[in-house]
């Protein structure tokens, strides 16, 4: 395993922000993993656990050891009459499983087309889109402690999954490395359409029969309709949660504001879309400096080309600011600050 020093991670976030790694190690196995945590010479060094860099923000040089997660994998292990279950490894490519198992008609996952970064992230982040989470088909997963190097394995009880939240966001922050993650897929699919613009979508297609491979498309094309591409423009997609308000303060925001999109969200609160917020602040298309927000999808941060990553962290904290002011809502930041 070759550990390189002072490595530019401008290659390895979508932002495309430069950044330097004291020390950088791509990791094929678990093997590797465990021996290079439990090395005399790196195991008191801070850690950073590198996916497909698109949920990160870099605003300085890393001074420790950058792991980037390259395990792959896609195996199906058993299946039975009504459900099939598939593992991958943290290093696969998010939207590559999403089209392995379409092609095997394994339903679950085809509203979550499209979405960047790598099987590793997933839970981590419990990512979702177009009324679905991975916490909806979620299994186990394998991870290894930092610590010492020991694999354990987590069902989905212990994971304490929430709205793009679980345990390793939080009490287990920087203590585990996720490995592997195995999902529970359908054999007869749930079809998952009332979210967003897919059945609109589905029609301009001309879909008369729906099929996972067709809400699949679909999503693809509002996804791209919506975000920039990263390899045109650094960007890492939505920058903030979408807020869950209590219902008295949603009443409050509807009297003033009649036309708030909202969504049902657990414990009896109220979801509202960032992106309506911050396009009503008046921020949508605007650009600051290097940094701006997207003209057709207000709730994504861009590069312009040369920003720094304060540059962009300047910038959402204007946004949050702008927002608090004008709605009286608190945005969250869904991207991890480094």
Wanted: glycine fraction near 10%.
């Amino acid at each position: 395993m070759l550990i390189q020093e002072n490595i530019s991670l401008k290659p390895y976030n979508t932002f495309g922000i430069e950044a330097i790694g004291r020390y950088f190690a791509e990791i094929q196995t678990i093997d590797e993993l465990q021996e290079i945590l439990t090395s005399p010479v790196y195991q008191a060094m801070d850690k950073l656990v590198l996916g497909g860099g698109s949920n990160v923000l870099f605003t300085r040089n890393f001074e420790g050891l950058v792991l980037k997660i390259n395990l792959p994998g896609i195996n199906t292990l058993r299946e039975d009459d009504e459900h099939v279950w598939v593992k991958a490894g943290a290093g696969v490519n998010w939207h590559d499983l999403v089209m392995h198992c379409i092609g095997h008609n394994y339903a679950g996952i085809e509203n979550l087309s499209l979405i960047w970064g790598t099987v590793g992230a997933a839970p981590m982040q419990n990512i979702g889109a177009y009324g679905v989470e991975i916490k909806d088909v979620f299994e186990e997963l394998e991870a290894v402690r930092l610590s010492d190097g020991a694999l354990h394995t987590f069902r989905h009880a212990d994971c304490h999954f929430g709205y793009r939240e679980s345990i390793f966001k939080h009490d287990l922050k920087g203590q585990y490395i996720i490995v592997s993650v195995t999902l529970r897929l359908n054999k007869k699919p749930t079809f998952h359409t009332s979210y967003g613009a897919i059945q609109v979508t589905l029609r301009e297609m001309g879909v008369e029969h729906l099929t996972i491979q067709a809400i699949s498309e679909a999503v693809c094309r509002i996804r791209t309709s919506k975000l920039p591409d990263p390899h045109q423009i650094g960007n890492a997609g939505s920058f903030f949660k979408n807020p869950e308000i209590s219902q008295a303060d949603f009443e409050r925001l509807k009297s003033q504001y009649p036309n708030v999109p909202s969504y049902p969200a657990p414990d009896g609160k109220v979801k509202v879309p960032a992106g309506w917020l911050i396009e009503q602040a008046g921020w949508k298309g605007k650009r600051v400096g290097n940094t701006g927000v997207h003209a057709q999808q207000a709730l994504v941060l861009v590069n312009h080309g040369q920003a720094t990553g304060d540059e962009i962290k300047r910038l959402s904290e204007q946004v949050q600011a702008s927002v608090a002011e004008k709605f009286g809502v608190k945005l969250q930041a869904e991207v991890n600050l480094v």
